[in-house]
Protein backbone atom coordinates (compact mmCIF):
# COMPACT_ATOMS: atom_id res chain seq x y z
CA UNK A 1 0.00 0.00 0.00
CA UNK A 2 2.99 2.55 0.74
CA UNK A 3 4.40 1.93 -2.85
CA UNK A 4 1.19 2.68 -4.08
CA UNK A 5 0.08 5.75 -1.69
CA UNK A 6 3.62 6.86 -3.06
CA UNK A 7 3.01 6.80 -6.58
CA UNK A 8 -0.45 8.76 -6.01
CA UNK A 9 1.59 11.66 -4.27
CA UNK A 10 4.69 11.68 -7.11
CA UNK A 11 1.39 12.03 -9.31
CA UNK A 12 -0.29 14.76 -7.95
CA UNK A 13 2.98 16.48 -7.44
CA UNK A 14 3.82 15.95 -11.06
CA UNK A 15 0.11 17.49 -12.23
CA UNK A 16 -0.62 20.03 -9.18
CA UNK A 17 -0.43 23.21 -11.59
CA UNK A 18 -3.58 21.57 -13.90
CA UNK A 19 -5.36 19.95 -10.16
CA UNK A 20 -5.30 23.74 -8.93
CA UNK A 21 -6.91 24.92 -12.35
CA UNK A 22 -9.30 22.21 -12.41
CA UNK A 23 -10.25 23.09 -9.04
CA UNK A 24 -10.47 26.65 -9.41
CA UNK A 25 -12.53 25.97 -12.25
CA UNK A 26 -14.93 23.75 -10.78
CA UNK A 27 -15.27 26.19 -7.67
CA UNK A 28 -16.28 29.07 -10.39
CA UNK A 29 -18.45 26.74 -11.98
CA UNK A 30 -20.32 25.68 -8.50
CA UNK A 31 -21.13 29.16 -7.69
CA UNK A 32 -25.04 29.32 -7.46
CA UNK A 33 -26.81 32.04 -10.29
CA UNK A 34 -29.77 32.68 -7.76
CA UNK A 35 -29.50 35.20 -4.34
CA UNK A 36 -31.50 34.31 -1.58
CA UNK A 37 -33.28 36.81 -0.10
CA UNK A 38 -35.70 37.32 2.87
CA UNK A 39 -39.46 36.79 2.76
CA UNK A 40 -39.77 39.97 4.45
CA UNK A 41 -38.17 41.71 1.55
CA UNK A 42 -40.23 40.01 -1.53
CA UNK A 43 -43.56 40.03 0.13
CA UNK A 44 -45.44 41.81 3.07
CA UNK A 45 -48.22 41.05 5.34
CA UNK A 46 -51.81 42.36 4.27
CA UNK A 47 -52.50 45.39 6.46
CA UNK A 48 -49.79 46.11 7.54
CA UNK A 49 -49.03 49.41 5.80
CA UNK A 50 -48.77 53.05 6.60
CA UNK A 51 -51.80 55.54 6.48
CA UNK A 52 -51.96 58.98 4.96
CA UNK A 53 -52.63 61.75 7.17
CA UNK A 54 -53.51 65.59 5.91
CA UNK A 55 -54.66 68.26 7.79
CA UNK A 56 -54.53 72.16 7.28
CA UNK A 57 -53.13 74.97 9.55
CA UNK A 58 -51.43 77.99 10.42
CA UNK A 59 -47.99 79.12 10.81
CA UNK A 60 -47.29 82.30 12.77
CA UNK A 61 -44.31 84.12 13.91
CA UNK A 62 -42.97 84.81 10.57
CA UNK A 63 -40.37 87.83 9.98
CA UNK A 64 -42.68 89.80 7.33
CA UNK A 65 -42.51 86.83 5.11
CA UNK A 66 -45.98 85.56 5.59
CA UNK A 67 -49.14 85.21 3.03
CA UNK A 68 -50.19 88.81 1.15
CA UNK A 69 -53.89 88.83 2.88
CA UNK A 70 -54.95 90.52 -0.23
CA UNK A 71 -54.43 87.82 -1.90
CA UNK A 72 -54.90 84.77 0.15
CA UNK A 73 -58.42 85.61 1.15
CA UNK A 74 -58.50 82.20 3.25
CA UNK A 75 -55.86 82.82 5.77
CA UNK A 76 -57.56 85.75 7.16
CA UNK A 77 -60.82 83.83 7.24
CA UNK A 78 -58.65 80.97 9.15
CA UNK A 79 -57.58 84.00 11.24
CA UNK A 80 -60.82 85.25 12.35
CA UNK A 81 -62.47 82.36 12.81
CA UNK A 82 -59.58 80.69 15.36
CA UNK A 83 -60.14 84.07 16.81
CA UNK A 84 -63.82 83.59 17.21
CA UNK A 85 -63.29 80.24 19.06
CA UNK A 86 -60.92 81.69 21.64
CA UNK A 87 -63.26 84.35 22.52
CA UNK A 88 -61.78 87.42 20.49
CA UNK A 89 -64.48 89.01 18.16
CA UNK A 90 -63.79 91.10 15.41
CA UNK A 91 -66.11 94.59 14.56
CA UNK A 92 -67.56 94.03 10.71
CA UNK A 93 -65.91 94.74 7.87
CA UNK A 94 -62.55 94.55 9.74
CA UNK A 95 -59.53 94.81 7.08
CA UNK A 96 -56.83 92.81 7.97
CA UNK A 97 -53.62 93.23 6.72
CA UNK A 98 -51.37 90.25 7.97
CA UNK A 99 -47.88 89.71 7.08
CA UNK A 100 -46.77 86.69 9.80
CA UNK A 101 -49.57 84.38 8.80
CA UNK A 102 -49.22 81.64 6.33
CA UNK A 103 -51.77 79.22 5.43
CA UNK A 104 -50.10 75.92 5.46
CA UNK A 105 -51.32 72.00 4.82
CA UNK A 106 -49.38 69.30 6.94
CA UNK A 107 -49.00 65.82 5.87
CA UNK A 108 -47.54 63.11 7.62
CA UNK A 109 -47.96 59.35 7.96
CA UNK A 110 -49.20 57.09 10.47
CA UNK A 111 -47.53 53.94 11.41
CA UNK A 112 -48.67 50.51 11.44
CA UNK A 113 -49.80 49.62 14.93
CA UNK A 114 -49.06 53.14 16.46
CA UNK A 115 -50.52 53.67 19.76
CA UNK A 116 -51.99 57.17 21.60
CA UNK A 117 -49.12 59.15 23.05
CA UNK A 118 -46.53 58.39 19.86
CA UNK A 119 -44.98 60.92 18.68
CA UNK A 120 -44.65 61.61 14.25
CA UNK A 121 -42.87 63.16 12.24
CA UNK A 122 -44.69 66.20 10.33
CA UNK A 123 -43.85 68.13 7.11
CA UNK A 124 -45.48 71.33 6.57
CA UNK A 125 -45.84 73.29 2.81
CA UNK A 126 -47.12 76.82 2.05
CA UNK A 127 -50.62 76.53 0.59
CA UNK A 128 -50.25 80.63 -0.26
CA UNK A 129 -47.62 83.32 -1.23
CA UNK A 130 -45.82 83.27 1.67
CA UNK A 131 -41.69 83.88 1.10
CA UNK A 132 -40.54 81.76 3.69
CA UNK A 133 -41.53 79.91 6.33
CA UNK A 134 -38.19 79.85 8.12
CA UNK A 135 -38.64 80.91 11.78
CA UNK A 136 -42.34 79.91 12.39
CA UNK A 137 -44.79 78.71 14.59
CA UNK A 138 -47.45 75.67 13.57
CA UNK A 139 -50.57 76.35 15.61
CA UNK A 140 -52.32 73.64 16.55
CA UNK A 141 -53.84 71.15 13.44
CA UNK A 142 -55.87 68.12 13.71
CA UNK A 143 -54.58 65.33 11.21
CA UNK A 144 -57.17 63.49 9.42
CA UNK A 145 -57.15 60.30 7.21
CA UNK A 146 -59.42 59.26 4.01
CA UNK A 147 -62.09 58.21 6.63
CA UNK A 148 -62.43 62.10 7.90
CA UNK A 149 -61.35 60.86 11.51
CA UNK A 150 -59.17 62.59 13.32
CA UNK A 151 -56.23 60.67 14.44
CA UNK A 152 -53.36 63.00 15.28
CA UNK A 153 -52.51 66.43 16.25
CA UNK A 154 -49.89 68.78 15.29
CA UNK A 155 -48.01 71.84 16.78
CA UNK A 156 -44.18 73.27 17.58
CA UNK A 157 -41.30 74.94 15.75
CA UNK A 158 -40.83 74.38 12.63
CA UNK A 159 -37.19 73.78 10.98
CA UNK A 160 -36.65 75.10 7.27
CA UNK A 161 -33.58 73.52 5.29
CA UNK A 162 -33.28 76.76 3.42
CA UNK A 163 -32.17 80.55 3.53
CA UNK A 164 -32.51 83.57 1.42
CA UNK A 165 -31.99 87.10 1.23
CA UNK A 166 -32.54 90.29 -0.96
CA UNK A 167 -31.70 94.17 -1.06
CA UNK A 168 -32.00 96.60 -3.69
CA UNK A 169 -33.42 94.37 -6.42
CA UNK A 170 -30.99 91.49 -5.82
CA UNK A 171 -32.26 88.83 -4.11
CA UNK A 172 -30.51 85.18 -3.64
CA UNK A 173 -31.79 81.98 -2.43
CA UNK A 174 -30.74 78.44 -1.30
CA UNK A 175 -32.54 75.25 -0.95
CA UNK A 176 -36.49 75.57 -0.36
CA UNK A 177 -38.13 78.29 1.85
CA UNK A 178 -41.69 77.27 1.30
CA UNK A 179 -41.85 73.87 3.13
CA UNK A 180 -40.48 72.98 6.42
CA UNK A 181 -40.56 69.70 9.21
CA UNK A 182 -40.92 69.17 12.50
CA UNK A 183 -39.98 65.83 13.89
CA UNK A 184 -42.19 64.38 16.81
CA UNK A 185 -44.17 67.20 15.85
CA UNK A 186 -47.92 65.31 16.03
CA UNK A 187 -49.01 63.07 18.60
CA UNK A 188 -51.24 60.12 18.11
CA UNK A 189 -54.76 60.33 19.34
CA UNK A 190 -56.25 57.83 17.85
CA UNK A 191 -55.22 53.66 17.33
CA UNK A 192 -56.08 51.89 14.11
CA UNK A 193 -57.80 48.55 14.13
CA UNK A 194 -55.10 45.64 14.52
CA UNK A 195 -55.38 43.33 11.93
CA UNK A 196 -53.02 40.90 12.42
CA UNK A 197 -55.49 39.58 16.09
CA UNK A 198 -58.80 40.04 14.33
CA UNK A 199 -58.20 37.17 11.85
CA UNK A 200 -57.21 33.48 12.68
CA UNK A 201 -55.01 33.43 9.19
CA UNK A 202 -52.32 35.43 7.74
CA UNK A 203 -52.14 36.85 3.95
CA UNK A 204 -49.08 37.61 2.48
CA UNK A 205 -48.75 39.70 -0.42
CA UNK A 206 -45.85 39.42 -2.66
CA UNK A 207 -44.58 42.85 -3.96
CA UNK A 208 -44.31 41.68 -7.48
CA UNK A 209 -47.21 39.52 -8.97
CA UNK A 210 -45.81 35.99 -9.79
CA UNK A 211 -46.50 32.47 -10.15
CA UNK A 212 -43.68 30.93 -9.76
CA UNK A 213 -42.34 33.20 -7.17
CA UNK A 214 -45.87 32.30 -5.36
CA UNK A 215 -45.07 28.67 -5.81
CA UNK A 216 -41.26 28.80 -4.44
CA UNK A 217 -42.93 30.86 -1.07
CA UNK A 218 -45.14 28.33 -0.55
CA UNK A 219 -42.59 25.40 -0.61
CA UNK A 220 -40.63 27.12 1.76
CA UNK A 221 -42.93 27.96 3.99
CA UNK A 222 -44.56 24.35 4.49
CA UNK A 223 -41.03 22.81 4.42
CA UNK A 224 -40.23 24.98 7.63
CA UNK A 225 -44.03 24.82 9.61
CA UNK A 226 -45.47 21.96 8.41
CA UNK A 227 -47.39 20.46 5.40
CA UNK A 228 -50.89 22.82 4.79
CA UNK A 229 -49.70 25.88 6.61
CA UNK A 230 -49.60 28.10 3.31
CA UNK A 231 -51.51 28.23 -0.08
CA UNK A 232 -50.89 30.44 -2.65
CA UNK A 233 -54.58 32.07 -3.33
CA UNK A 234 -53.05 33.74 -7.00
CA UNK A 235 -50.21 34.96 -8.15
CA UNK A 236 -49.88 37.87 -5.23
CA UNK A 237 -51.65 36.29 -2.00
CA UNK A 238 -50.26 33.89 -0.14
CA UNK A 239 -52.86 32.23 2.69
CA UNK A 240 -50.92 31.51 5.81
CA UNK A 241 -52.31 29.50 8.69
CA UNK A 242 -50.52 29.66 11.74
CA UNK A 243 -49.56 26.38 13.59
CA UNK A 244 -51.76 26.09 17.08
CA UNK A 245 -50.04 27.27 20.52
CA UNK A 246 -47.51 28.99 18.93
CA UNK A 247 -46.70 32.97 19.47
CA UNK A 248 -47.96 34.63 16.32
CA UNK A 249 -45.58 37.66 16.89
CA UNK A 250 -42.95 35.24 16.87
CA UNK A 251 -44.51 33.01 14.05
CA UNK A 252 -44.17 36.24 12.12
CA UNK A 253 -40.65 36.54 12.97
CA UNK A 254 -39.48 33.49 11.90
CA UNK A 255 -41.83 33.62 8.59
CA UNK A 256 -40.41 36.65 7.58
CA UNK A 257 -36.74 35.40 8.59
CA UNK A 258 -37.03 32.41 5.31
CA UNK A 259 -34.35 33.00 2.92
CA UNK A 260 -36.11 32.35 -0.72
CA UNK A 261 -34.57 32.28 -4.08
CA UNK A 262 -37.23 34.22 -6.49
CA UNK A 263 -38.15 33.09 -9.72
CA UNK A 264 -36.54 34.99 -12.26
CA UNK A 265 -38.78 37.58 -13.60
CA UNK A 266 -39.72 38.38 -17.32
CA UNK A 267 -37.58 39.94 -19.69
CA UNK A 268 -38.39 44.03 -19.28
CA UNK A 269 -37.36 46.76 -21.55
CA UNK A 270 -37.81 50.38 -19.72
CA UNK A 271 -37.14 53.59 -22.30
CA UNK A 272 -37.59 56.82 -21.19
CA UNK A 273 -38.49 58.82 -24.25
CA UNK A 274 -37.46 62.42 -22.17
CA UNK A 275 -34.16 61.79 -21.11
CA UNK A 276 -33.30 58.78 -23.35
CA UNK A 277 -32.72 56.14 -20.73
CA UNK A 278 -32.95 52.24 -21.40
CA UNK A 279 -32.97 49.93 -18.91
CA UNK A 280 -33.17 46.25 -19.25
CA UNK A 281 -32.94 43.56 -16.98
CA UNK A 282 -31.00 40.05 -17.05
CA UNK A 283 -33.25 38.10 -18.16
CA UNK A 284 -33.48 40.01 -21.99
CA UNK A 285 -32.50 37.40 -25.07
CA UNK A 286 -31.55 38.90 -28.78
CA UNK A 287 -32.56 36.39 -31.90
CA UNK A 288 -30.05 37.07 -34.53
CA UNK A 289 -31.21 39.94 -36.44
CA UNK A 290 -29.49 42.57 -38.97
CA UNK A 291 -29.73 46.17 -38.24
CA UNK A 292 -28.70 49.38 -40.13
CA UNK A 293 -27.95 52.74 -38.94
CA UNK A 294 -26.67 55.68 -40.63
CA UNK A 295 -26.55 58.95 -39.18
CA UNK A 296 -27.86 62.24 -41.44
CA UNK A 297 -25.89 65.30 -39.85
CA UNK A 298 -27.16 69.42 -41.00
CA UNK A 299 -24.46 72.17 -40.57
CA UNK A 300 -25.73 75.66 -41.53
CA UNK A 301 -22.43 78.19 -41.29
CA UNK A 302 -23.66 82.05 -41.55
CA UNK A 303 -20.75 84.13 -42.31
CA UNK A 304 -20.92 87.92 -42.08
CA UNK A 305 -19.52 90.39 -45.04
CA UNK A 306 -18.90 93.78 -45.13
CA UNK A 307 -18.91 95.69 -47.55
CA UNK A 308 -16.45 99.06 -47.35
CA UNK A 309 -17.18 102.04 -49.96
CA UNK A 310 -13.77 103.29 -51.19
CA UNK A 311 -12.76 106.79 -49.60
CA UNK A 312 -14.01 109.96 -50.33
CA UNK A 313 -16.67 108.25 -52.55
CA UNK A 314 -19.94 108.97 -50.76
CA UNK A 315 -20.93 105.16 -50.23
CA UNK A 316 -22.18 103.63 -47.53
CA UNK A 317 -21.09 100.66 -45.62
CA UNK A 318 -23.16 97.72 -46.48
CA UNK A 319 -23.44 94.68 -44.16
CA UNK A 320 -24.29 91.30 -45.32
CA UNK A 321 -24.46 87.73 -44.62
CA UNK A 322 -23.57 84.35 -46.31
CA UNK A 323 -24.74 81.31 -45.28
CA UNK A 324 -23.29 77.88 -46.30
CA UNK A 325 -25.55 74.61 -45.61
CA UNK A 326 -24.01 71.14 -46.10
CA UNK A 327 -25.97 67.85 -45.57
CA UNK A 328 -23.39 64.80 -44.38
CA UNK A 329 -25.20 62.01 -44.79
CA UNK A 330 -23.07 58.83 -43.16
CA UNK A 331 -23.50 55.89 -45.10
CA UNK A 332 -25.52 53.30 -43.54
CA UNK A 333 -23.77 49.71 -42.33
CA UNK A 334 -25.85 46.59 -41.90
CA UNK A 335 -24.66 44.70 -38.81
CA UNK A 336 -25.53 41.35 -38.26
CA UNK A 337 -26.38 40.40 -34.49
CA UNK A 338 -25.86 36.93 -32.75
CA UNK A 339 -27.82 35.62 -30.68
CA UNK A 340 -27.62 37.24 -27.23
CA UNK A 341 -28.02 34.90 -24.53
CA UNK A 342 -28.01 36.87 -21.51
CA UNK A 343 -27.66 41.09 -20.84
CA UNK A 344 -23.90 41.72 -21.84
CA UNK A 345 -23.87 40.29 -25.12
CA UNK A 346 -27.21 41.90 -25.47
CA UNK A 347 -25.60 45.43 -24.89
CA UNK A 348 -22.04 44.49 -27.15
CA UNK A 349 -24.53 43.99 -29.70
CA UNK A 350 -26.47 47.13 -29.39
CA UNK A 351 -23.25 49.18 -28.80
CA UNK A 352 -21.31 47.49 -32.14
CA UNK A 353 -24.23 49.64 -33.95
CA UNK A 354 -22.79 53.17 -32.41
CA UNK A 355 -25.86 53.80 -31.96
CA UNK A 356 -26.80 57.08 -29.05
CA UNK A 357 -29.56 56.68 -26.39
CA UNK A 358 -32.10 58.31 -28.41
CA UNK A 359 -31.55 56.22 -31.34
CA UNK A 360 -31.71 52.99 -29.41
CA UNK A 361 -35.47 54.06 -28.64
CA UNK A 362 -36.46 53.56 -32.17
CA UNK A 363 -33.90 50.59 -32.89
CA UNK A 364 -35.56 48.40 -30.14
CA UNK A 365 -39.12 49.56 -31.27
CA UNK A 366 -37.69 48.23 -34.42
CA UNK A 367 -36.57 44.81 -33.16
CA UNK A 368 -39.61 43.99 -30.92
CA UNK A 369 -41.83 44.60 -34.01
CA UNK A 370 -39.67 42.41 -35.96
CA UNK A 371 -39.46 39.61 -33.58
CA UNK A 372 -35.96 39.20 -32.39
CA UNK A 373 -36.25 41.32 -28.87
CA UNK A 374 -37.39 38.55 -26.57
CA UNK A 375 -38.65 41.50 -24.03
CA UNK A 376 -41.12 43.74 -22.92
CA UNK A 377 -41.16 47.38 -24.10
CA UNK A 378 -42.27 49.63 -21.57
CA UNK A 379 -42.50 53.35 -22.03
CA UNK A 380 -42.37 55.84 -19.03
Given at each position: M????????NIIM????????????????????????????LASIQGVRNNQLIGYGLVVGLDGTGDQTTQT????????????????????GTNLQLKNVASVIVTSSLPAFAQPGQTLDITVSSMGNAKSLRGGTLLMT???GA?????????????????????NGSQTQINHLSVGRISDGATVERALPNPISQTDGVNL???????STAALVVDAINRKFGQNTAFAQDGRVIRVQPPTGNSRVSFLAALESINISPATGSAKIILNA??????????????????????LSVVIDTAPVISQPGAFS??????????????????????????????????????????????????LQAMKAAGSLRAELEII
Open positions: SRYLKNIIENRHEIACLLLFCSVMIVPTAHAERLKDPFTVQSIISMMQQMGVSLPPPLKDGQIYAIAQGNLVVGGVGASAELKESDFRTGSVVMNKAVTLESCAVSHGNNGQTVSTAVSRIDINKEPGKVLQLNNGANLSDVVKALNAIGATPQDLLAI
